[in-house]
């Protein structure tokens, strides 16, 4: 039984890693379109600059701090690979039948081939939105036994975008065309979580319905513990992540053995 799972863990973990190679090979590219990340990180580190001046604050951060938290954030938003998009093709064109039949977990083949990526992407955005933050407003004081709780908010905020990603792309089991989804669910990014600015900051009303959603644990909290690391606000965070990947993962998994009955009794 051992021996069972240790070759189930190592058949995904080598996804992961073909994974990341494959991304690998397109590393210069990585770096190439990151043009776009520096234009955003520019644009509101000036603004930051001129609303804050040297002593203002949003929800306790200063300028500097600011953009160190956008650059988290941005990073996570923009290393998220779009392979919910290959799930959703899949199902709408019914090639995840031949999928089915293979020795593997479905939904675990794409976590893992998610993760590989991810890291990829995740690496080469934070080189160079740190490198620009760095120049821009200097350095920012980490210490290096807190990274290691750092790693693991990082590593459950993607497991989140992962699992809500997902959720969605299954939804094309039911419905022909599920890309509005997925740009109401880019819309309510951008406000729930909290992507340029901490949802600490928001109107109460409105910061409570972010805690109430994923989105926070998945973008700002795992910033804000960077940039203004506190164990009881590690600790708040690491309760959500958790509770948020059990509930989204006991849902996709849920949705997909629901959907699967479709394509058998639709598909014989």
């Known amino acids: 039984m051992q021996l069972a799972r240790g070759e189930a863990v190592s058949k995904y973990l080598r996804v992961a890693e073909i994974s990341w190679t494959n991304r690998v090979v397109y590393l210069a590219d990585h770096f190439a379109s990151s043009t776009f990340f ?3 990180l ?3 580190s000036q603004l930051w600059k001129t609303v804050l001046g ?3 604050e949003v929800a306790g951060l200063d300028s500097t701090r600011m953009l160190w938290y956008m650059v988290f954030t941005e990073v996570i938003a923009l290393s998220a690979p779009g392979l919910h998009n290959l799930v959703s093709e899949e ?3 019914g090639d995840i039948a031949y999928k089915l039949v293979r020795p593997y977990s479905y939904i675990l083949y794409y976590f893992a081939a998610y993760y590989g ?4 992407r995740f690496i080469t955005n934070l080189i160079v939105g740190a490198v620009f933050a760095y120049l821009n407003e200097g350095p920012l004081a980490v210490e290096w036994a807190q990274a290691g709780w750092v790693v693991l908010g990082f590593s459950l905020a ?4 992962f699992l809500v990603c997902f959720s969605l792309a299954l939804l094309a089991f039911w ?3 599920n890309r509005p989804f997925f740009w109401i669910l880019n819309k309510m990014t951008f406000i729930f979580g909290g992507l340029f600015v901490p949802v600490e900051a928001y109107p109460e009303e409105l910061r409570r319905i972010s805690y109430l959603l994923p989105l926070r644990y998945s973008f700002s909290a795992p910033a804000r513990l960077v940039v203004d690391f506190d164990y009881a606000f590690l600790q708040q965070m690491l309760a959500g992540q958790i509770l948020w990947v059990t509930i989204l993962a006991v849902l996709v998994t849920a949705a997909f053995r629901k959907g699967v009955r479709r394509v058998h009794v639709y598909g014989g």
């Not at 993607?158 to 975008?161: F, G, L, P, R």
């Open 117 to 120: 990526e991810f890291l990829v």
């Open 91 to 93: 199902v709408k064109s």
């Open 54 to 56: 040297k002593s203002g």
């Open 158 to 161: 993607a497991a989140i975008n």
């Open 175 to 177: 419905l022909e065309d």
């Open 38 to 40: 520096i234009l955003i």
């Open 42 to 44: 520019f644009i509101f």
